[in-house]
């Protein structure tokens, strides 16, 4: 099995930094490719930034490009996202994302088997 677990999120107001952590143990063989997706009150979850473990090639939804990265610690097997910038449409419920699949870079739910429990991110006025 494989196990993701997020932490980091908060409350932060506009204009404010969080970084997001998401840890990965288990069977590590069974994924390359992480991810962080959101998902909005009443919207559909979106992807925000994917990377390519070990490798770490990096892909960004076009909302977060610039204000956003994600990164790795290899030895950690541990992923993280740096927010930057946090605008009040950042506020969502962030989930990180394990798995093989060659179309990771698309940042799509299916793309990715594994998924962690989610973390609130609030910003605010």
């Known amino acids: 099995q494989v196990q993701l677990v997020e932490s980091g999120g908060g409350s932060v107001q506009a204009g404010g930094s969080l970084r997001l952590s998401c840890a990965v143990s288990g069977h590590t063989y069974r994924w390359k490719y992480m991810a962080w997706f959101r998902q909005a009150p009443g919207k559909e979850r979106e992807g925000v930034a994917g990377?390519?473990?070990?490798?770490?090639?990096?892909y960004y939804a076009d909302s977060v490009k610039g204000r956003f990265t994600i990164s790795q610690d290899n030895a950690k097997n541990t992923v993280y996202l740096q927010m930057n910038s946090l605008k009040l449409e950042d506020t969502a419920i962030y989930y990180c994302?394990?798995?093989?699949?060659?179309?990771?870079?698309?940042?799509?739910?299916?793309?990715?088997?594994?998924w962690g429990q989610g973390t609130q991110v609030t910003v605010s006025s």
């Open positions: 994302a394990a798995g093989e699949s060659v179309d990771w870079w698309l940042l799509l739910s299916r793309a990715y088997k594994y």
């Open positions: 990377i390519y473990f070990r490798v770490g090639t990096t």
